[in-house]
């Protein structure tokens, strides 16, 4: 591919056909998220408008979920990135950049927040996360995803704080965000690290897209009420034909999300695996299987659906074609989660899941 590459702010998806066009649709609904629809077609010239996320063949070391060393946060710079739809955003965005650089602390907005607080040279999301060294995040689990993908890269820590819903990922509460703040400054935190799965859309022999995700990958079917069918295959050994409404390949990480709706195991983000669960098979004795961190998975759409389509994240859609194959591999880019000591993960299941409650 010749040519500058542009940022795409909304994804991490990369095509690279030139005799392929790009459209951007209006949100859609898919089974339970909303998501930005990229369809691709033959008939026009190719349009460049995104940021490269390069994923390489080698296998990545292995880490500990864990992590001791800290990135000295004094004399760093803060990123901050939200969602205006919270009544409470304006407010809180407000507040902590006051916060924040009434200790000195470099603010580093994006545009949404420079427009919250009427407030220049915002940066758009790709810029803010190539220039910050680390993200503050004020918002739900979403935001977080969009975060990942964006600091993905780089690897900066990320600290999410709740101001959504269920918040598996913003882990901190809006009442502790201040005495949050204080402890990463002070370096009284650990890293989580957390793994990416990273993805290649495949058509004719040729990459048409790909992207890094903190979640899943789903490969479903259209909005018509019939099935899909699809080839899948580990290691270039094949494992079954699937007929059903599609396939949820997901992360530790994201065996709380889509996955657990379907069926699929809860995993310990500490377990290094994927997990791949099947979305209302026709055959009942197509289970969720879990299988390593090293191997690479091959889904091929089979049957000819229009409709089809690959979501990363529940955020970013690619249609897909007949022959269509969607490659999958644990990407050597980690998610870095800002955590504490004290957190515990079954805590967090516990809280979230509303376990023990009578």
Same mark, same amino acid.
């Given at each position: 591919?010749? &040519?500058?590459?542009?940022?795409?702010?909304?994804?991490?998806?990369?095509?690279?056909?030139?005799?392929?066009?790009?459209?951007?649709?209006?949100?859609?609904?898919?089974?339970?998220?909303?998501?930005?629809?990229?369809?691709?077609?033959?008939?026009?010239? %190719?349009?460049?408008?995104?940021?490269?996320?390069?994923?390489?063949?080698?296998?990545?070391?292995?880490?500990?979920?864990?992590?001791?060393?800290?990135?000295?946060?004094?004399?760093?710079?803060?990123?901050?990135?939200?969602?205006?739809?919270?009544?409470?955003?304006?407010?809180?965005?407000?507040?902590?950049?006051?916060?924040?650089?009434?200790?000195?602390?470099?603010?580093?907005?994006?545009?949404?927040?420079?427009?919250?607080?009427?407030?220049?040279?915002?940066?758009?999301?790709?810029?803010?996360?190539?220039?910050?060294?680390?993200?503050?995040? @004020?918002?739900?689990?979403?935001?977080?995803?969009?975060?990942?993908?964006?600091?993905?890269?780089? &690897?900066?820590?990320?600290?999410?704080?709740?101001? &959504?819903?269920? &918040?598996?990922?913003?882990?901190?509460?809006?009442?502790?965000?201040?005495?949050?703040?204080?402890?990463? %400054?002070?370096?009284?935190?650990?890293?989580?690290?957390?793994?990416?799965?990273?993805?290649?859309?495949?058509?004719?022999?040729?990459?048409?897209?790909?992207?890094?995700?903190?979640?899943?990958?789903?490969?479903?079917?259209?909005? @018509?009420?019939?099935?899909?069918?699809?080839?899948?295959?580990?290691?270039?050994? %094949?494992?079954?034909?699937?007929?059903?409404?599609?396939?949820?390949?997901?992360?530790?990480?994201?065996?709380?999300?889509?996955?657990?709706?379907?069926?699929?195991?809860?995993?310990?983000?500490?377990?290094?695996?994927?997990?791949?669960?099947?979305?209302?098979?026709?055959?009942?004795?197509?289970?969720?299987?879990?299988?390593?961190?090293?191997?690479?998975?091959?889904?091929?759409?089979?049957?000819?659906?229009?409709?089809?389509?690959?979501?990363?994240?529940?955020?970013?859609?690619?249609? @897909?074609?007949?022959?269509?194959?969607?490659?999958?591999?644990?990407?050597?880019?980690?998610?870095?989660?800002?955590?504490?000591?004290?957190?515990?993960?079954?805590?967090?299941?516990?809280?979230?899941?509303?376990?023990?409650?009578?």
């Amino acid at each position: 591919m010749t &040519g500058e590459r542009k940022p795409f702010e909304k994804s991490s998806l990369i095509l690279t056909r030139r005799d392929f066009s790009v459209k951007i649709a209006r949100d859609s609904h898919l089974h339970y998220t909303s998501f930005r629809t990229i369809a691709i077609s033959n008939c026009l010239p %190719f349009v460049d408008f995104k940021r490269i996320l390069p994923i390489k063949s080698r296998t990545f070391q292995r880490t500990f979920q864990l992590q001791s060393a800290r990135v000295e946060m004094k004399s760093k710079s803060v990123g901050i990135l939200t969602k205006p739809k919270f009544p409470e955003v304006k407010a809180t965005v407000h507040a902590v950049v006051n916060w924040l650089r009434d200790r000195k602390i470099d603010v580093i907005l994006d545009n949404t927040s420079a427009t919250l607080l009427n407030e220049r040279g915002g940066l758009q999301k790709t810029q803010l996360a190539m220039k910050a060294d680390v993200l503050l995040i @004020l918002g739900g689990d979403g935001t977080m995803l969009n975060a990942a993908r964006l600091a993905g890269e780089r &690897g900066i820590p990320i600290l999410g704080v709740n101001m &959504g819903g269920l &918040g598996f990922l913003t882990e901190v509460r809006l009442e502790h965000l201040y005495p949050s703040l204080e402890r990463v %400054f002070a370096n009284e935190y650990v890293l989580d690290e957390r793994l990416m799965i990273g993805t290649h859309i495949h058509r004719h022999g040729e990459t048409v897209a790909q992207g890094v995700v903190l979640n899943d990958v789903v490969v479903s079917k259209g909005t @018509l009420a019939r099935m899909i069918e699809l080839k899948i295959a580990i290691q270039g050994h %094949f494992v079954t034909n699937l007929r059903g409404d599609g396939l949820i390949v997901s992360t530790p990480t994201g065996s709380t999300a889509y996955s657990l709706s379907a069926g699929g195991p809860i995993i310990n983000p500490a377990v290094r695996s994927l997990i791949l669960s099947p979305i209302c098979p026709h055959t009942l004795t197509h289970r969720p299987l879990i299988v390593p961190d090293d191997v690479e998975i091959d889904v091929t759409l089979t049957s000819k659906d229009e409709g089809a389509m690959a979501t990363l994240d529940g955020q970013v859609g690619v249609a @897909l074609t007949q022959g269509d194959t969607v490659v999958l591999k644990v990407s050597e880019h980690r998610t870095r989660l800002i955590r504490f000591p004290e957190s515990n993960y079954y805590e967090v299941l516990r809280e979230k899941l509303k376990w023990g409650d009578a």
